[in-house]
């Protein structure tokens, strides 16, 4: 069961994060999805909310990649850990596009259950993301 829990979690960063196909996650998302934690992008409560923030996101952080460095899994529990990287090529947090390269490091643990992602917790580097935007500046400099 891990295995194909990984898989899945997989195609959620491939398919659905890198290429922007979002009809994937009728597949591989319940409609009741709970997203936890997030304090930069904010928690999408359901399925489509989902679809609608990767759209987004997608339309203003142009050639959105999360490469994956680890996928671990225990049960129906699945962890990643990645890089994003993308273009600023629409306004984001009221920074006007710069076509400037952002790079974050990030981390999540997905709740897979029936072949369905139900549940994820995420965190990135939001710190990092806005010292990029030129909204705060790095510490010590």
């Not at 990643?80 to 920074?95: A, D, K």
Request: net charge negative; glycine share 12%; with cysteine.
């Amino acid at each position: 069961m891990s295995e194909a829990n990984k898989t899945i979690v997989r195609r959620f960063y491939a398919e659905v994060m890198n290429q922007g196909n979002v009809s994937v996650l009728d597949e591989i998302m319940a409609p009741d999805f709970r997203d936890h934690g997030e304090t930069l992008f904010g928690s999408p409560q359901g399925r489509e909310a989902l679809k609608q923030g990767v759209t987004g996101a997608r339309s203003l952080l142009s050639n959105l990649n999360v490469q994956l460095h680890d996928v671990i899994a225990d049960g129906e529990l699945v962890g990643v850990r990645g890089t994003m990287r993308c273009t600023h090529q629409g306004e984001f947090l009221g920074v006007a596009p710069s076509g400037n390269e952002l790079t974050w490091n990030g981390v999540a643990l997905f709740r897979v259950v029936d072949g369905k992602i139900t549940e994820r917790w995420f965190n990135s580097d939001s710190l990092s993301i806005v010292q990029q935007l030129g909204l705060v500046s790095p510490s010590g400099v």
